[in-house]
């Protein structure tokens, strides 16, 4: 399926030579191209593109650079011939932290090196990124969800909200029994928490089909950044998906996974340590993270670290030196040399992907 890059959009691109440019993708430019990068291995794969002729040179030469073919296409119902570009580059988004979990900024691409299965590649692109990303926010409103701890979620998110990029698009996923969409499509706050006010907890909890239907409402999105944030105590006891069946798919469509899990400390027990295990899971193999706080401080601090951390992402993107489309499983390791004055840090990102082509 096309995925649609933003219509306004802008990152530091950093060169091997050091140097940086700004680019700005306006929707209001006359002049623009239409590319579809139809990729095997990665999320960048049946991209359609709107940019302009000029923001738009960098990215298409890392395309040429990695030889993928070119080939024109018939005109589409706008008018616009759109340009084909076939290419195996896999994009991986990573996050920096040091040993106190700040978030590390700055660094330029030599200090990073990445791997896949083990052997080196060339990185063909590199950037630090702060453009809009799509979300979707899967909301437990089942039989477990006091008032109490609604109100603390809600505010938690209103802090996530503030620290967000002001053209983020969200929407809602509540969930109990079964999960539905309170909000489509929204770049209003707001009206995000307010639907969270008239939102009654009752019923069991469907966490894995909550996430799913999360996965095809991002999937839809205009901007080609994606993640879904997860706000449950993790004890999913009514789905028809399985937890390895939401994994693959969250591997597959490349979206990252965040979570805070509702704790509350009067409880204890395998199905507290069975929640927790699950969400941890559900994250951890898309570069994302769970959080686990016990007060409503705690909540709010993590949810402020997720808003910056999706805020201080560095993109990579490379093409395997040995690809085969075989729909095998290849992991992928990113390795970021060691800081005078910061000591060991954290990298942190997608485990891997399957060698499909798509």
């Known amino acids: 399926m096309d995925k649609v890059i933003p219509k306004a959009?802008?990152?530091?691109?950093?060169?091997?030579?050091?140097?940086?440019?700004?680019?700005?993708?306006?929707?209001n430019r006359v002049t623009k191209i239409f590319l579809i990068v139809s990729a095997n291995v990665s999320s960048m794969s049946n991209q359609l593109v709107t940019?302009?002729?000029?923001?738009?040179?960098?990215?298409?030469?890392?395309?040429?650079?990695?030889?993928?073919?070119?080939?024109?296409?018939?005109?589409?119902?706008?008018?616009?011939?759109?340009?084909?570009?076939k290419t195996n580059l896999v994009n991986v988004a990573v996050v920096v932290t040091d040993a106190n979990g700040r978030n590390v900024t700055g660094l330029d691409q030599s200090a990073f090196?990445?791997?896949?299965?083990?052997?080196?590649?060339?990185?063909?692109?590199?950037?630090?990124?702060?453009?809009?990303?799509?979300?979707?926010?899967?909301?437990?409103?089942?039989?477990?969800?006091?008032?109490?701890?609604?109100?603390?979620?809600?505010?938690?998110?209103?802090?996530?909200?503030?620290?967000?990029?002001?053209?983020?698009?969200?929407?809602?996923?509540g969930f109990d029994s079964r999960p539905r969409v309170s909000v489509n499509s929204t770049r209003d706050a707001a009206e995000m928490t307010q639907r969270l006010?008239?939102?009654?907890?009752?019923?069991?909890?469907?966490?894995?089909?909550?996430?799913?239907?999360a996965i095809t409402q991002v999937r839809h999105s205009g901007y080609p950044r994606r993640a879904i944030l997860i706000i449950s105590d993790?004890?999913?006891?009514?789905?028809?998906?399985?937890?390895?069946?939401?994994?693959?798919?969250?591997?597959?469509?490349?979206?990252?996974?965040y979570a805070i899990g509702i704790n509350d400390p009067a409880r204890v027990g395998s199905a507290v340590d069975i929640g927790r295990r699950?969400?941890?899971?559900?994250?951890?193999?898309?570069?994302?993270?769970?959080?686990?706080?016990?007060?409503?401080?705690?909540?709010?601090?993590?949810?402020?670290?997720?808003?910056?951390?999706?805020?201080?992402?560095?993109?990579?993107?490379?093409r395997p030196a040995q690809f085969v489309s075989?729909?095998?499983?290849?992991?992928?390791?990113v390795s970021v040399s060691p800081l005078e004055k910061r000591g060991r840090l954290q990298v942190r990102h997608k485990a891997g992907y399957y060698s499909d082509a798509r």
């Open 9 to 27: 959009l802008s990152f530091r691109q950093t060169e091997p030579g050091g140097m940086e440019k700004r680019a700005d993708w306006e929707s």
């Open 51 to 85: 940019r302009s002729v000029l923001s738009f040179a960098p990215l298409l030469l890392c395309l040429m650079i990695a030889g993928g073919p070119v080939k024109a296409q018939q005109p589409t119902e706008t008018g616009d011939t759109p340009l084909v570009v």
């Open 113 to 173: 090196s990445i791997f896949d299965n083990k052997q080196r590649q060339e990185i063909s692109w590199f950037a630090i990124d702060d453009s809009p990303i799509s979300i979707a926010v899967v909301f437990d409103l089942s039989g477990s969800m006091t008032r109490n701890k609604m109100d603390q979620a809600r505010v938690a998110l209103e802090r996530f909200f503030e620290n967000s990029h002001p053209l983020d698009e969200y929407s809602l996923i």
């Open 197 to 213: 006010s008239f939102q009654p907890s009752h019923g069991q909890t469907a966490l894995y089909d909550a996430c799913r239907l």
């Open 234 to 257: 993790g004890q999913d006891n009514n789905s028809q998906s399985t937890l390895s069946e939401l994994r693959r798919q969250l591997r597959e469509e490349d979206i990252l996974a």
């Open 278 to 318: 699950t969400l941890s899971e559900i994250t951890e193999s898309t570069g994302g993270r769970a959080f686990f706080p016990f007060n409503e401080n705690e909540m709010i601090r993590a949810s402020e670290k997720i808003a910056l951390e999706l805020r201080s992402q560095y993109q990579l993107a490379y």
């Open 326 to 333: 075989d729909n095998k499983w290849h992991q992928i390791k």
